[in-house]
């Protein structure tokens, strides 16, 4: 595995998160619809209440299915964070270590990062070369994955 492949894979928890985020907005939206619907239905008198209602249960199942996918997104995202913790545990290096979870499993920019561990951005870039590059020589370029 080079360095760019590993990068892409460290950052792989981010996009994981990104995507449970989404989820949940849109599970917020549909929820909102199927309130919506649910309140069309009460307050028909004039004989269309059975397509309401029928709307309204169809609205709460997908409602349900995406619930569902979204825990099932948070269970791979906890799988994809754990692999990741123990990738960046293999380096022994405890500085080295604070820099990559706080740039992968923290997601935080490099500009936050120096100003948490009080080093320049530059020192915080540099640390998170080593990191990977380090990571890279140790770690069979197949075996990442499968190890941890």
């Given amino acids: 595995m080079n360095e760019i492949e590993l990068k892409n894979w460290l950052n792989s928890a981010f996009y994981a998160d990104k995507k449970i985020k989404a989820l949940d907005a849109l599970i917020q939206r549909h929820r909102e619809r199927a309130q ?6 009460e307050g028909n008198d004039k004989g269309r209440s059975d397509t309401a209602k029928n709307g309204t249960e169809s609205a709460l199942l997908k409602l349900a299915e995406l619930e569902e996918k979204a825990e099932q997104q948070r ?5 994809v964070i754990e692999k990741i913790q123990n990738a960046i545990y293999l380096l022994h290096d405890d500085d080295l270590e604070a820099v990559l979870i706080h740039r992968y499993l923290l ?18 870039k ?20 499968d190890v941890i």
């Fill in 36 to 41: 919506g619907l649910s309140i069309c239905a």
């Fill in 75 to 79: 269970l791979h995202t906890v799988g």
């Fill in 107 to 124: 997601f935080e920019s490099v500009e936050q990062t120096a100003a948490i561990m009080h080093y320049a951005p530059r020192t915080v």
């Fill in 126 to 145: 540099k640390k998170q070369k080593l990191a990977i590059s380090k990571m890279c020589t140790f770690v069979p370029c197949n075996a990442l994955f």
